[in-house]
Structures are given as C-alpha cells and as structure tokens.
C-alpha cells in the first residue's frame, strides 16, 4: 500500500529519555513500564513495552528512544500506555528499540 506523505506527517514520532523502568507482571507476555521524557512540550510519558528479551532494566535508564506521542492512551491489562516505543524485530522477532546514534535535545521530531 502505497500513502501520501500527508499521511506519513500525520504520525509525531518524538525522541524521549528513558527515565524509570518498571516491572510489569500483570502484562500477558514479558514487558517493562517505561517513563519517557519527551521535553517541555510533550513532558513525561508512560509506556508498556515488550523489550525483556534484549535489555535489563538498568541499561535502558537513560537511553534515549523514538516514540509515536499522538496515538490515544491504550490500556493494557492494570496499566495505560500513553505513546508507543518503536522497534525493529530480530532474527528470532524479539524486539530491538529505535533511537538516535547521537544524543539529541528530548522531544526532536522525526521527518
């Protein structure tokens, strides 16, 4: 399927800082709660991601992410997601995060 780059703009896709991870046991598959801190604008976000597999906990505190910030909350399980964590999948479908190579200011949008 082809889409106008006017759909593709309608995504806000944001850099944030992993600032707290969380366990989350109640989720169905191995998942952390993400805080994410998007900036000024945007400020603090929570996220549920499914990342277990490749990170700990402490390797993701202060590791900068890209995230979708304008899709409504979602509810998982006893918790809501407000933004979602973006990903590529492994060899085995495990999820890697996107980020920047390079630190950059919170809340850089992608285009």
Request: no cysteine; charged share 20%.
């Given at each position: 399927m082809t889409i106008g780059y006017d759909d593709f703009a309608k995504l806000?896709?944001?850099?944030?800082?992993?600032?707290?991870?969380?366990p989350?046991?109640?989720?169905?598959?191995p998942a952390y709660k993400?805080?994410?801190d998007?900036?000024?604008a945007i400020?603090?976000?929570?996220?549920?991601?499914?990342?277990?597999?490749?990170?700990?906990?402490?390797?993701?505190?202060?590791?900068?992410?890209?995230?979708v910030v304008n899709f409504p909350p979602?509810?998982?399980?006893p918790f809501t997601s407000e933004v979602l964590c973006l990903g590529v999948p492994d060899a085995e479908g495990?999820?890697?995060l996107v980020g920047p190579e390079r630190t950059v200011p919170n809340?850089?949008?992608?285009?």
């Open positions: 806000d896709i944001r850099v944030g800082t992993i600032t707290a991870v969380d989350f046991p109640e989720a169905r598959k993400l805080t994410v998007f900036g000024g400020g603090t976000k929570r996220s549920s991601a499914q990342i277990t597999t490749h990170y700990a906990p402490d390797a993701l505190v202060g590791r900068q992410i890209l995230a979602k509810r998982i399980g495990a999820v890697v809340g850089g949008q992608l285009y």
